[in-house]
């Protein structure tokens, strides 16, 4: 589902959290899953709730609303309201919450050594939610000293 943009009230400073969410309301995908309910059946989905409820009052709004108090809710829950936060910070939190409350949260270890083949593919089956097939992916990094040449790091 594409949504037209709109412009979203500012109260106080949360520009960073208006900034997201118009960036997630972007997102034909995201939209279509969580206004079409795809996420329920899930145990108290407090963050997706909020996402849906959001999409929803977006969609039927003229050219401009504030942020549902749902929205605002979860925010708190993890920033400190009336504060100035950057849009990663709210974005990474508010992502991990609804994350949280799609996948199954069991317990899950790498085995030694592993290719980054078999732990993309633990991860992906411990960790099967919506906003991980969306978002999550690997990074890879190694560092070279300028002195010896040696390489740190994943070989992979």
Known sequence: MHLEPRGL???????FM???LQCLVSLPELNH?????L???KK??????ALREFIETYNNAGKSLKACSSIYKICHSFLEPNQQHD???FLRRFLSKIQEELNTNKKYTFPDKAGYEKVWQIYREHNPSFIDT????LMRS???CNKCNYKSGNPY
């Open 87 to 89: 849009c990663q910070e």
């Open 142 to 144: 190694s560092v070279i």
């Open 33 to 37: 899953y969580f206004s079409s309910g």
């Open 134 to 137: 969306l978002f999550a992916g």
């Open 18 to 20: 208006n900034t997201c």
């Open 44 to 49: 108290s989905p407090v963050a997706c709730n």
């Open 9 to 15: 009230y500012n109260p106080s400073v949360y520009c």
């Open 39 to 41: 996420y329920k059946g």
